[in-house]
């Protein structure tokens, strides 16, 4: 079994479609439209990707469908919020087989745990078809990031958090995720983003963009928050026997005050086109080319997320692709 990089082909994608209000008081509607422009720009890109939209219940449904294109399908499942790369289930693929990986989640170490969101995978999983296999220790999708030849990268702020696994040591931790995903070199990076609430997720940081090859961003600004974690980053990366290219950093950002995480990093690669979030600021252009020229066979689009990232994250983070066999 081998966990395919992100730009290897996907049969299908699903997205998490926004619509508790009590997880979104703020820029909801606004967070269904990024979503559903997302879901029509993977959709609309020529040979296919099957784009599954899911909505936690009938109203959010009825919404989805009057904003998505008519190529979208809408497919209700409870769950308690949209980051579907983390409590969706990772796929392996062996030849024409394949296998549903369905971690432990504890709401990203108890600070937000919500019905459904300990069992959507789980469900997901069913719907396809694909044999399932359960494991008992927590691990969210965006805390990983591999290359599909033997790659993989995390923070260990993340994974070897005791509000995940009490008791998993570095060696442990390891050891399961090589099994799991077939691993030959795991490259541990030390934190992720300051005010990331997922407690440091790879996938706001660090970024696989090619064989053996990572992107992590670089501060242009004195005032980058996120300056020496970057560096930091990009110093183990290249220890652990990486090529790392940098990409612009949003630099500083705020909301109503606070740093928020926000990241060019939670880019999602589909079949077509790559989708990198956009916050308005004077790096957006400059991101989106320095990308482009990572994938150059590929449409290179920025899309809005200013709202999506009042919920914590972006496209990277509410979407789980099922690999082609």
Not at 219 to 248: C, E, K, M, Q, Y
Not at 265 to 279: D, E, K, L, R, S
Request: net charge negative; hydrophobic share 40%.
């Amino acid at each position: 079994m081998r966990w395919p990089a992100e730009w290897e082909p996907h049969e299908a994608v699903w997205i998490g479609f926004p619509g508790n209000p009590r997880e979104w008081p703020e820029q909801l509607a606004e967070a269904q439209r990024e979503v559903a422009a997302f879901a029509n720009a993977i959709c609309d890109a020529g040979d296919g990707e099957r784009v599954m939209l899911v909505c936690r219940d009938q109203h959010d449904a009825d919404q989805a469908a009057v904003l998505a294109d008519d190529l979208v399908e809408i497919l209700v499942e409870p769950f308690g919020d949209i980051w579907l790369r983390d409590t969706g289930p990772i796929i392996t693929v062996a030849g024409s087989d394949r296998r549903a990986h369905d971690f432990r989640f504890n709401g990203w170490g108890r600070k937000f745990e919500m019905a459904g969101d300990q069992d959507i995978g789980l469900r997901l999983a069913a719907l396809t078809g694909i044999d399932i296999l359960s494991h008992d220790w927590v691990l969210e999708g965006g805390a990983i990031d591999g290359d599909g030849a033997g790659n993989l990268v995390t923070t260990e702020q993340c994974v070897l958090n005791p509000n995940r696994n009490s008791d998993l040591a570095k060696d442990q931790a390891s050891k399961y995720l090589r099994q799991a995903f077939n691993i030959a070199n795991i490259c541990w990076l030390g934190d992720g983003l300051i005010a990331d609430h997922t407690d440091g997720h790879v996938d706001n940081l660090a970024r696989f963009v090619a064989e053996g090859q990572i992107a992590i961003p670089e501060a242009s600004d004195a005032d980058d928050p996120n300056h020496d974690i970057f560096d930091g980053a990009a110093r183990r990366a290249t220890a652990g026997g990486l090529d790392v290219v940098r990409i612009p950093s949003v630099g500083k950002y705020e909301i109503d005050g606070s740093i928020a995480p926000a990241s060019y990093m939670n880019f999602y690669i589909g079949n077509n086109v790559v989708a990198v979030p956009q916050y308005r600021v004077k790096s957006d252009g400059a991101a989106v080319a320095a990308i482009a020229k990572l994938f150059p066979n590929q449409k290179v689009m920025g899309l809005p997320s200013k709202a999506l990232l009042h919920g914590g994250g972006s496209f990277h983070c509410i979407s789980q692709q099922i690999p082609r066999r």
